[in-house]
Each structure stands twice: as C-alpha cells, then as structure tokens.
C-alpha cells in the first residue's frame, strides 16, 4: 500500500508513538546461543534515532513474541518507554495497552514489522513501514518499506523519516553540529 510522499508527509506529522517488533526489526533476526547465553545484533544507529525521537517528545515501545533477556538490556540502555514480550496473544492487544498508555489513537502510531505475526498492527497503525528483508505479505500493507534491511539501520531510516516530516531534524542536525 504504497502512499505518495505527501501522504506518507502527512502521517508521519501526527506519529506520538513509535512502535517495532524486535527481532528482524531491530535486529538482523539472528540469535547467538550457547553455554546459557543469547546474543543479539542491535544497531547503535537505530538506538539513536529512537532516542533522537524521544527527546522530541516521542513515546517508544517495542513489541516482541519472543522472551529475551538481551531484549530486556537494550531496551533498559535505551530507556524505551514501553517493553512488551510475550509468548502467547497477539501484538495488537499490547499495541493497544501501550495506547492507552500514552494517550493515542492508531493515527497516531507508527509500527514497524517484518513477519506474519506483525500483520495485524501494520494494517492499523496511522503509518506501517516493513523494512527491506520483511516477508512479502507484510510489505504489501506497508505504506513505506525501509531501503535498509531489518537490525541495519532501517528503523533509524523511519526516525529520521518522522523527525523531517514534524520539522525537527534541521534543529537537531544543527544543535549536534556546534
């Protein structure tokens, strides 16, 4: 569901929460076990979107299917505003609690996904961005799909994205640049 830049502008000026999956989103979707430790992948550039975004005034939260201590750490190293793993339910419902929360509606939401089990938030959020290596079906319901591949910079290419469309990135370029 492609939108044209100024309809894709237009959506992104209302986002107040930035939503994402976890793994394939934030990571390249590849776990390292052994001897009792997990291991992730996280992009320091992603991170410092999402913080650019916080410090604007944004709400972030990160939704996940699956437990991970290594999901647990970064998102404390980030200060994400709202952490939600889960073994059984479905994202929506914890997209939703995480609304509620911060007091927005769907139009006002930006997910990112990648897989099957991100469908549902995709189809309702105000702005659905996959990212390059997602599964056809999520791509399809997009309204952007990232150039950058999951956990390689692509939820940063979105912050960056939200930032520009809401006039906060020349300020924030410019603060950085004395």
Same mark, same amino acid.
């Given at each position: 569901?492609?939108?044209?830049?100024?309809?894709?502008?237009?959506?992104?000026?209302?986002?107040?929460?930035?939503?994402?999956?976890?793994?394939?989103?934030?990571?390249?979707?590849?776990?390292?076990?052994?001897?009792?430790?997990?291991?992730?992948?996280?992009?320091?550039?992603?991170?410092?979107?999402?913080?650019?975004?916080?410090?604007?005034?944004?709400?972030?939260?990160?939704?996940?299917?699956?437990?991970?201590?290594?999901?647990?750490?970064?998102?404390? #190293? *980030?200060? !994400?505003?709202?952490?939600?793993?889960?073994? &059984?339910?479905?994202?929506?419902?914890? +997209? @939703?609690?995480?609304?509620?929360?911060?007091?927005?509606?769907?139009?006002?939401?930006?997910?990112?996904?990648?897989?099957?089990? #991100? *469908?549902? !938030?995709?189809?309702?959020?105000?702005?659905? &961005?996959?990212?390059?290596?997602?599964? +056809? @079906?999520?791509?399809?319901?997009?309204?952007?799909?990232?150039?950058?591949?999951?956990?390689?910079?692509?939820?940063?290419?979105?912050?960056?994205?939200?930032?520009?469309?809401?006039?906060?990135?020349?300020?924030?370029?410019?603060?950085?640049?004395?």
């Amino acid at each position: 569901m492609s939108l044209s830049k100024a309809a894709q502008r237009k959506r992104l000026q209302a986002i107040r929460l930035f939503l994402c999956d976890v793994d394939g989103v934030l990571t390249d979707g590849a776990i390292i076990m052994g001897q009792g430790v997990e291991l992730k992948r996280f992009s320091i550039q992603d991170g410092l979107g999402l913080r650019l975004l916080q410090k604007e005034g944004l709400k972030v939260g990160w939704i996940s299917n699956r437990p991970s201590t290594s999901t647990i750490e970064r998102a404390k #190293d *980030l200060k !994400v505003d709202y952490l939600h793993q889960q073994k &059984a339910g479905t994202k929506t419902q914890a +997209a @939703e609690d995480m609304m509620k929360q911060a007091g927005v509606t769907w139009e006002q939401v930006c997910y990112m996904g990648d897989d099957i089990v #991100d *469908l549902a !938030v995709l189809k309702r959020a105000g702005f659905a &961005a996959a990212v390059a290596n997602a599964i +056809a @079906e999520a791509k399809d319901v997009a309204h952007y799909v990232t150039k950058a591949p999951g956990g390689d910079g692509a939820v940063r290419e979105v912050c960056e994205m939200i930032l520009k469309a809401q006039g906060h990135w020349k300020p924030l370029v410019e603060e950085y640049s004395r």
